[in-house]
């Protein structure tokens, strides 16, 4: 494996544009690992920083990683993307070159799930509107009136990986009846959680809060587009906190406009940041946050943890917790399911 090349095991974590905690390097160091901290902005600082890598660990949503990069880091045996989604990382590319790619979804899910369902309540109660009116001397105090209580409604959630599991569990109070759509989860799986596994067009007409925690991928780009969004309740409220692409957004904003739908609460946007002349920004019954949900004070250190522990099961021949192309790849060096020396093969 990339281990056993003279100079020991290398990773090199390449956009770090924050203090990478002294720690990380401390704990790698009393693996063997040597780890190279750079803030790289082009191909040439890329090279220089991660030539003789045997990881590449990239850092939030950095695209500097090409493939033709790729294939100029020839020691490089796998790619790590701290959080959740890998959408800036060419997997494919990786793939066919050997290259695993693994990202961090747990160091982030929590405070996600959080937002989440800040987001479905602002939207819903349409507190941020309220704020703003009182704000102005104004008291709207029979502007509008939810449907109905939150307690005993429906929510969809489309994905059922680490953060839509955390969100079932917070909810848990509300006694809601909780669908889900994600064709890579088993319905044992989702019954667990008190879930029930259903197809994404019964979902979308069934729930009264619809919540998207997919990856971006060809065929999650648009998910939601006009004919999704016209199938969905008219009281219904809309949440996304995974990739703004996932929605047509010139779609949700005829929906939001032509009350297609109630209310939509977004973390995430096509574009980023959002235009100025985004006629999102214009929407009463749109809640708008600056891509933060999963920021909270201790997210460096929940990334740089999982990195590090992501790291050390790669020099040891472990595949990682959390794996995109392992059931396609064919990688460099020898990982085995379990761990251990036993074995050179592919699991």
């Known amino acids: 494996m990339g281990g056993d090349t003279v100079g020991g095991f290398k990773v090199a974590r390449v956009n770090a544009d924050e203090d990478v905690p002294s720690w990380v390097s401390q704990q790698l160091g009393n693996e063997g690992i040597e780890l190279t901290v750079a803030n790289c902005e082009t191909r040439d ?38 959080g959740s989604g890998v959408d800036n990382i060419p997997v494919e ?32 109660r349409r507190i941020p509107f309220h704020d703003r009116s009182m704000r102005k001397g104004q008291w709207h105090q029979f502007s509008y009136w939810p449907a109905a209580p939150v ?28 669908l889900a759509s994600d064709p890579a989860v088993p319905e044992d799986e989702m019954i667990e959680y008190g879930v029930r596994k259903v197809g994404l067009d019964e979902l979308l007409r069934s729930s009264d809060f ?19 969004l016209q199938s969905m309740k008219k009281t219904a409220v809309l949440v996304n906190t995974s990739r703004g692409a996932v929605v047509d957004e010139a779609a949700l904003v005829r929906a939001l406009r032509e009350g297609w739908i109630e209310a939509a609460a977004l973390d995430v946007y096509d574009v980023e940041p959002i235009p100025p002349d985004s006629p999102l920004l214009e929407l009463e019954n749109a ?10 004070k201790q997210i460096l ?20 917790r959390s794996c995109v192309n392992r059931d ?3 990688p460099k060096w020898n990982l085995y399911a379990k761990g251990g020396k036993n074995s050179g093969a592919k699991p």
């Open 45 to 82: 600082e890329l090279i220089k920083a991660a030539a003789d890598a045997d990881v590449v660990w990239i850092a939030s949503g950095s695209r500097i990683l090409t493939p033709e990069i790729m294939s100029d880091l020839p020691r490089c045996g796998a790619i790590i993307r701290s």
């Open 151 to 178: 307690r005993g409604r429906t929510l969809g959630l489309v994905g059922f990986g680490h953060t839509a599991r955390l969100v079932a569990r917070k909810v848990s109070g509300f006694d809601l009846r909780i």
């Open 210 to 228: 619809v919540s998207l925690h997919c990856p971006l991928t060809d065929s999650t780009r648009n998910l939601i587009s006009e004919a999704e």
């Open 301 to 320: 250190e929940n990334v740089c943890r999982l990195g590090v522990e992501t790291v050390i099961d790669l020099s040891k021949g472990r595949w990682p």
């Open 328 to 330: 396609q790849v064919s």
């Open 93 to 124: 590319a990786a793939t066919r070159l050997g290259i695993v790619v693994a990202n961090t979804p747990q160091a982030i899910a929590d405070p996600v799930a959080d937002h989440t369902v800040a987001l479905l309540l602002a939207a819903e």
């Open 287 to 296: 809640v708008l946050t600056p891509h933060t949900a999963a920021h909270t």
